[in-house]
C-alpha cells in the first residue's frame, strides 16, 4: 500500500449502461466530483445507508502540491469514516508552531498543550495520500459507485429531484438524482450551471510554492517568518509532509512573474538562503498560486446542495479546504436531517431561508489559544488585533504581506474569511 504512487493511478472509464437504454435511471444521491470533499461524502452517506452515484470528469487523483494540513477535527470525521487511522500513520504529526520576525522567534503556540488527546492538532499530507485512501475506501464500499471520465454538463431542476445530463467519451446520457450534491471544486460549474455565484475577496499576491526532498531534523512543526534575512520584506512558511518532502511557501508579491520565478534558477537561490549552500536536496514540485476567500450565500439550492472548494474557499494559509470541507455538511438527504458537525464559523450547511432574512451564521467558540510566549509587538502593536478565539491576528500589515498569516487558529477563525 505504502508503495502506490497516487499521482500516478489513474482510473479506468467505463461505458455506462444508460447510454444502451432510453429510460433515465433514478438515484437516490448523485455527488459531482471525486475530490476530497465528494469521496468523504459518499463514505458518509454509505455509512448511513445511503447510496451515491460519484461522477468525476478526470480519470486521476490529485497531482503536485496542494492540501497538506488537516486538522484535528478532520480527522476525527475520518475516523468515524475509516480512514483517520490510515492518514495519522502516514502523516506528520504537530501541535507546535513559531513565528519569527526577521530573525528572531517573537511567539510560539502548542495547539494541545493537554495530554490525552486522540489525535494531534494536525497532520500533514500530502492530498493525493488523502484522495487516495478515501479513494479506496470508496471501492470497499458497495453503496458508493464511482464513474470516472463522466462529465456532468448540464442540470435541470425538477419538482422531485434533478435531471443530470453527463458527458462520456462514447456520448452524453441523463439521470434523475433525488439530490445533487455539488463537490466539483472551487470554479463549480454546477454553480454555474445554477446561475449562482460566491461572493468575497480574491487578493492581489502570489506566492511560490517549493516542494523540495531533503532529509532533515527540524522538528515537525510550522514556522512563519515576516521579513526573514533570506527573503526580506516577504512572508515564508515551512512545513514538514511524509517523505522527507518539505514545503515552502515564499511570498513573492503582486508583480512577480508567474512564469520566471518557476524557474530553477530563480527558485534555488531562495531555497539555498533558507536551508544553507551545504544543504542537499531535490526540488519535487514547484507552482504558483494566488488565493481568493470566497463563499455562496447559500449552500442549498432546492434538492441541489453544494460542499467543499464549490460552497466556499479559504486562503491556503488557513489550511483549511478540505480541513473545513469534509465537515461542512452531514446531512441525510433522504430524511431531511440537517446538522452542523465542526467547529469552523462557517454557515454550516442549512436549509436555505425565507426569501429577505439573513443566513444564520454561527461565531467562533473557541477560547482564547495557549501561548508560551507573549503576543509579538513588533513591527508595531496597531498590526495587531484580538478577534472572536482571541488570537492576535495581523490587521494592518504592510501591502506586501497576508492578512491570514499571523493567526495560530487561522482556520477556525473569521478573520479570515
Ligand atoms: C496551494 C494550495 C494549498 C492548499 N493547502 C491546503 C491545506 O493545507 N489544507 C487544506 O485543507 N486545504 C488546502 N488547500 C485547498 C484544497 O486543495 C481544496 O480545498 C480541496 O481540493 C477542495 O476539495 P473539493 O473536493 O471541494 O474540490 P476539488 O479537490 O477541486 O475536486 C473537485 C472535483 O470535481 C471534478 N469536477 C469538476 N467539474 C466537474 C464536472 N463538470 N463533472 C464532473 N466532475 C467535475 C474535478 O475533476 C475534481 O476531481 C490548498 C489549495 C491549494 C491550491
New binding site residues.
Given amino acids: 500500500m505504502g508503495d502506490i504512487n497516487y499521482q500516478q493511478v489513474e482510473f479506468a472509464y467505463a461505458r455506462p449502461a444508460e447510454l444502451d437504454s432510453d429510460a433515465v435511471a433514478r438515484h437516490p444521491v448523485v455527488i459531482?466530483?471525486?475530490?476530497?470533499?465528494?469521496?468523504s461524502t459518499a463514505l458518509d452517506l454509505a455509512r448511513q445507508g445511503i447510496s451515491t452515484l460519484v461522477?468525476?470528469?478526470?480519470c486521476r487523483l490529485?497531482t503536485g502540491?496542494?492540501?497538506?494540513?488537516?486538522?484535528k477535527r478532520?480527522l476525527d470525521i475520518w475516523d468515524r469514516l475509516g480512514v483517520g487511522q490510515r492518514m495519522v500513520d502516514k502523516g506528520v504529526s504537530w501541535n507546535v508552531g513559531k513565528v519569527f520576525f526577521r530573525d528572531e522567534e517573537i511567539w510560539r503556540f502548542d495547539l494541545l498543550p493537554e495530554a490525552g488527546h486522540r489525535r494531534p492538532a494536525f497532520i500533514?499530507l500530502q492530498?493525493y495520500y488523502v484522495?487516495g485512501y478515501l479513494q479506496e475506501a470508496v471501492a470497499a464500499e458497495p453503496l458508493v459507485q464511482t464513474r470516472w471520465r463522466?462529465?456532468?454538463?448540464a442540470v435541470e431542476p425538477v419538482a422531485d429531484g434533478v435531471i443530470v445530463t453527463?458527458d462520456t467519451p462514447d456520448g452524453a446520457y441523463r439521470l434523475h438524482a433525488d439530490h445533487l450534491i455539488a463537490?466539483?471544486?472551487?470554479?463549480?460549474?454546477?454553480r454555474k450551471m445554477l446561475g449562482q455565484e460566491s461572493h468575497g475577496r480574491s487578493f492581489r499576491d502570489r506566492?511560490l510554492?517549493a516542494d523540495i526532498r531533503m532529509t532533515a531534523d527540524f522538528p515537525p512543526e510550522r514556522w512563519f517568518w515576516f521579513d526573514p534575512p533570506f527573503h526580506p520584506n516577504q512572508s515564508v512558511l515551512l512545513h514538514r509532509q511524509p517523505d522527507n518532502v518539505w514545503r515552502v511557501?515564499f511570498q513573492l508579491g503582486w508583480d512577480a512573474d508567474p512564469v520566471e520565478e518557476v524557474k530553477p534558477e530563480r527558485v534555488l537561490p531562495r531555497l539555498r538562503a533558507l536551508f544553507g549552500d551545504a544543504a542537499e536536496f531535490t526540488l519535487e514540485w514547484v507552482?504558483i498560486?494566488t488565493?481568493s476567500c470566497l463563499r455562496m450565500d447559500h449552500f442549498r439550492q432546492g434538492r441541489v446542495l453544494f460542499?467543499?472548494?464549490?460552497a466556499h474557499?479559504?486562503s491556503?494559509f488557513?489550511?483549511?479546504?478540505?480541513?473545513?470541507?469534509c465537515r461542512t455538511p452531514r446531512t441525510s438527504p433522504g430524511s431531511s436531517r440537517w446538522c452542523c458537525a465542526g467547529t469552523r464559523p462557517t454557515p454550516c450547511w442549512i436549509p436555505t431561508p425565507p426569501s429577505g432574512s439573513t443566513p444564520p451564521t454561527r461565531t467562533c467558540s473557541i477560547p482564547p489559544g495557549p501561548r508560551t510566549s507573549s503576543p509579538p509587538r513588533a513591527p508595531s502593536a496597531r498590526h495587531f488585533a484580538t478577534p472572536c478565539c482571541g488570537s492576535p491576528v495581523i490587521t494592518a500589515l504592510p501591502a506586501a504581506w497576508s492578512t491570514a498569516a499571523g493567526c495560530p487558529y487561522p482556520?477556525r477563525c473569521m478573520d479570515h474569511r
Fill in positions: 459531482v466530483g471525486a475530490g476530497p470533499v465528494g469521496l461522477l468525476d470528469d478526470d490529485s502540491s496542494r492540501a497538506i494540513c488537516f486538522a478532520t500533514n492530498q484522495e463522466h462529465r456532468v454538463s453527463v463537490c466539483d471544486g472551487a470554479r463549480s460549474p454546477v506566492f510554492i511557501d507552482s498560486y488565493f460542499a467543499g472548494d464549490a474557499g479559504v491556503p488557513a489550511r483549511a479546504g478540505p480541513t473545513a470541507a482556520q
